[in-house]
C-alpha cells in the first residue's frame, strides 16, 4: 500500500508486506534530503539519504526514490517488520543553508 | 553516553511561569537547532546556532530566547508561558548541513 502525507495519515501494512511512503517536498532549490523514523517518545532518527544527483539509494530493507521533476520522495520498506512501526518524515535541505524543513509525516502501523 | 541529551523530559507548569529546557551534545557538533512538534507531530524549527553564533531565527514569539553558553550546549528558555506552548521541544546536532541532525529524545512541556 501507500500513502502520501497529509495531516499525519495512516498507513496499516501486514508484516511482511512492502511499504511505500510518498512525501511532496516544497523547494526546487533543495539538494539534500532525509528520511527520519520517530518511534513513540523518541527524537527522530536517521534511516536514510539522498543527494539531488541521484534518483535512487538502497540501504538495508529501505530504498528512496527521488523524483526532481515532480518534486517527490518515497521510502520503500520491504518485509515490513512490527519494529518498523513509527511516524516517518522526510526533511529537505535548502541548498546552502542549515535549514531542514520537515513533511508532514507518515504513521506506519504494521499489522500482525 | 547519550549523543544529545535534554533535560527535563517532562516540564508540567502554570501559565504565566518561566521555565528553561538545556541541550547537551557530546559529538563535537558545530551546530545545534530547536525544534517544536506539536500535536499533529508537525515539526518547525525555531533556532539554530553555529559555533555560538545564531544563524536560524524563524518567526517565534520573543518570549522565546535561546543561548549557546559554548558549541557543545543549546538551551532554550521560554518566559510568561502560555497554553499554546505546550509541545514536544526536540534538540539537535549537525557536524554540518550535508550530515543531516543527531535528535535529542525531547522534553514534552505542557502549560495548564
Known amino acids: 500500500g501507500e500513502s502520501v502525507g497529509l495531516h499525519l495519515p495512516t498507513l496499516s501494512v501486514q508484516e511482511g508486506d512492502n511499504s511505500i511512503i510518498n512525501c511532496a517536498y516544497s523547494n526546487s532549490a533543495s539538494d539534500y534530503f532525509i528520511w527520519y523514523k520517530q518511534e513513540s517518545g523518541k527524537g527522530p532518527q536517521f534511516i536514510i539519504d539522498?543527494?539531488?544527483?541521484?534518483d535512487k539509494r538502497q540501504g538495508q530493507r529501505v530504498t528512496v526514490l527521488l523524483n526532481k521533476t515532480v518534486k517527490h520522495l518515497s521510502l520503500q520498506i520491504a518485509a515490513t517488520q512490527p519494529g518498523d512501526s513509527a511516524v516517518y518524515f522526510c526533511a529537505e535541505n535548502i541548498r546552502g543553508t542549515y535549514k531542514y524543513i520537515f513533511g508532514t509525516g507518515t504513521r506506519l502501523k504494521v499489522l500482525a | 553516553d547519550t549523543a544529545v541529551s535534554q533535560t527535563p523530559k517532562y516540564l508540567v507548569t502554570q501559565m504565566g511561569n518561566d521555565k528553561s529546557i538545556k541541550c547537551e551534545q557530546n559529538l563535537g557538533h558545530d551546530t545545534m537547532y530547536w525544534y517544536k512538534q506539536d500535536s499533529k507531530k508537525f515539526l518547525k524549527i525555531m533556532f539554530s546556532?553555529?559555533?555560538?553564533?545564531?544563524?536560524i531565527n524563524e518567526t517565534v514569539p520573543n518570549r522565546f530566547s535561546p543561548k549557546s553558553p559554548d558549541k557543545a550546549h543549546l538551551n532554550l528558555h521560554i518566559n510568561s508561558l502560555e497554553l499554546g506552548d505546550s509541545a514536544v521541544y526536540f534538540c539537535?546536532?549537525?557536524?554540518?548541513?550535508?550530515?543531516?541532525?543527531?535528535f535529542g529524545s525531547g522534553t514534552r512541556l505542557t502549560v495548564v
Open positions: 546556532y553555529n559555533n555560538k553564533e545564531l544563524i
Open positions: 539537535a546536532s549537525s557536524q554540518s548541513p550535508a550530515y543531516g541532525y543527531t
Open positions: 539522498i543527494r539531488s544527483n541521484m
